[in-house]
């Protein structure tokens, strides 16, 4: 299927970008809005869906995967905190990782040398009660 071009006439969509799309977000649209067309969101949310297990599961599934993981393994209590944690990002690939920035190893490391205080940090993170 085609998808809406932004004039409102269609266009024969890219299979992995186009087709998902972007709505219409014309400047006469009155206040902020989450989404500016409704009825334009269900089509593309319907598209994406069309395609998620065909083209987009297989490419982003890691990341999820990468999650269950991560639950799975955390345990902030754990004896060895730094084996745990990087035992937890184990399945993190490029997530944690990109051409000169490895936050998942400087994390890691610093767990080796303070993993006390990076436990610390990690409570402070998942403290819900406290507002930053």
């Known amino acids: 299927p085609e998808a809406p071009a932004a ?13 998902v799309g972007h709505a219409d977000s014309s400047p ?16 593309i949310l319907a598209l994406y869906k069309e395609d998620f297990v065909a083209i ?10 990468a999650v269950k ?16 944690l990087e035992r937890s990002l184990s399945k993190t690939y490029n997530l944690l ?4 920035n490895f ?10 040398i303070a993993p006390e205080e990076v436990r610390a940090m990690f409570m402070a993170l998942f403290d819900e009660s406290r507002d930053y």
């Open 7 to 19: 004039g409102g006439g269609f266009e024969r969509p890219h299979p992995r970008v186009d087709r």
């Open 28 to 43: 006469d649209q009155a206040g902020p809005s989450f989404c500016p067309h409704p009825p334009r969101f269900a089509e």
């Open 56 to 65: 987009i599961w297989g490419n982003e599934k890691y990341k999820w995967e």
């Open 69 to 84: 993981h991560f639950q799975d393994n955390w345990d902030i209590n754990a004896p060895d905190f730094a084996e745990m």
């Open 97 to 100: 990782a990109s051409t000169n």
């Open 103 to 112: 936050p998942k190893g400087m994390i890691v490391n610093s767990a080796k």
